[in-house]
Structure formats: C-alpha cells, structure tokens
C-alpha cells in the first residue's frame, strides 16, 4: 500500500508537566536520569526518567479501570484498537456544559447513515482549543460531557470504543455513568484526544497504540486517524 494514498491525523496532545490533568496536578516528569558528559565511553548517551500517573494525556481506559474483572490495557487486541471511526458533533453554539443526548446522535445519522458495527465513535465537542489553557480546559470539571441514554444508544450500535477530546465523557457530579456503562461491556474510552476538527464524519480508520501494560487500567495512547485519499 502506497502511503502517498493515506493522510495520517495525530490525535495526540504532546506529553509535558504543564499539560491539563483530571486533579489539577499534572504528576508528570519528564527529568534527566544522566547527559551525556556523564558517559565514560566514546558513545554518548543522554538517558531520561519518566514519572507519572497511567491516566494522563491522550489516554486509554480500559474495562479494568472500573471493573476488577475486566480486561486490561494489556488484554486489548490490535483488532479492537485499529477500526472503522465515526466522528459525532455537538451542536453549534452548546453552552460549555452540554451533555449530548440520544437525539443528537440520530441527527448525526442523517448524514453520515447509521453507525454500523465495529466503529469507534469519537464525540467532538471542539474543547481542545483549550488544551494550551489548563485552567480553561480543566474549568473547574466543567466541559462537554455525554448523557447515560447516549453512551447506551452507542452499545446498541456495537461500538467497540468511545472516545471524547475533554477530559471525560462524564461529569464527576453524576457518578461516572458512561464509564461504567461503556467499560462494564468490554468497551474502552479514550480521552483528551486533539485534533478531531481534522477527522471527517465517517471515512477514516482509528489507530490507538497504548503503552502496554500488564494489568494496567489506564495507559497514556498515541491515536492516529488514518483518511483514505
């Protein structure tokens, strides 16, 4: 396959301290283990050290995360992880704590025909804008979210995933019920994608690549969408 035939979109926000986290302290370090001057050989080195939480970023949640008998990072197959994608829009001009609803699926169905099996669904919601802006992002856990009857009318369309470009698809007031809605079904979420605005409707292929973790519940994902010219 030419790759002259393919556009590649990177759904992924670029890992540093300074990024936008669920608790407001990003956790992440990105330090110098040793630099080069430190090698002794004629090869040089420069080698760094990671410290972080698992669910930060552009991330995975896999069943686990929820459910203790669910499947983990690890136990995601490349068959779930590299599918069919179909992007679904909030309404214009929702105010900042919109929920989308079943309705504004079956409105995005009129265009783009009925989700079939086996897609991922993106719901884009336009808040990456604000990725630069952690405060704003983050907004006190004030941001788009998607209602419970939503993410079961996405089941019932057999979707294998969900993924959202804010922090998450629930609001923390509610008790995270497309979480456990999504993830209680062997589904997974991805969350914090960026982005989305280059994706069409339908038409593109997702490809997310968590680090792969045993028995991890969350891993931070590199997400590609794949656009067949």
């Not at 608790?23 to 430190?38: K, T, V």
């Not at 002794?40 to 991330?59: A, C, P, W, Y």
């Not at 686990?64 to 214009?92: M, N």
């Not at 369309?157 to 993830?183: A, C, M, Q, W, Y």
Request: aromatic share 8%; net charge negative; proline share 6%.
């Amino acid at each position: 396959m030419s790759l002259n035939k393919i556009k590649l979109i990177d759904l992924t926000h670029t890992l540093s301290n300074e990024i936008p986290h669920w608790s407001g302290q990003c956790g992440f370090q990105h330090q110098l283990h040793h630099d080069y001057e430190a090698c002794t050989s004629d090869t040089k080195f420069r080698v760094n050290e990671l410290q972080m939480f698992s669910g930060i970023g552009t991330h995975i949640d896999a069943p686990l995360h929820c459910f203790s008998t669910g499947k983990s990072i690890s136990d995601l197959s490349l068959e779930q992880l590299f599918v069919p994608c179909v992007v679904i829009d909030i309404p214009a001009n929702s105010p900042e704590d919109y929920t989308l609803l079943p309705e504004d699926i079956i409105y995005s169905e009129k265009s783009i025909s009925k989700i079939e099996k086996g897609c991922f669904a993106i719901i884009r919601t336009g808040w990456g804008k604000y990725w630069n802006n952690p405060n704003k992002y983050r907004n006190g856990l004030v941001f788009p979210t998607i209602s419970s009857n939503a993410a079961e009318m996405l089941l019932e369309r057999e979707i294998v995933g969900l993924g959202i470009d804010t922090l998450s698809p629930d609001n923390p007031k509610n008790d995270f019920p497309v979480h456990k809605i999504i993830l209680s079904n062997g589904k997974y979420i991805i969350e914090n994608l960026a982005n989305t605005e280059l994706l069409p409707s339908i038409g593109s292929i997702i490809c997310a690549m968590p680090i792969k973790i045993k028995e991890g519940t969350e891993a931070p994902s590199r997400v590609i969408g794949i656009i067949l010219k």
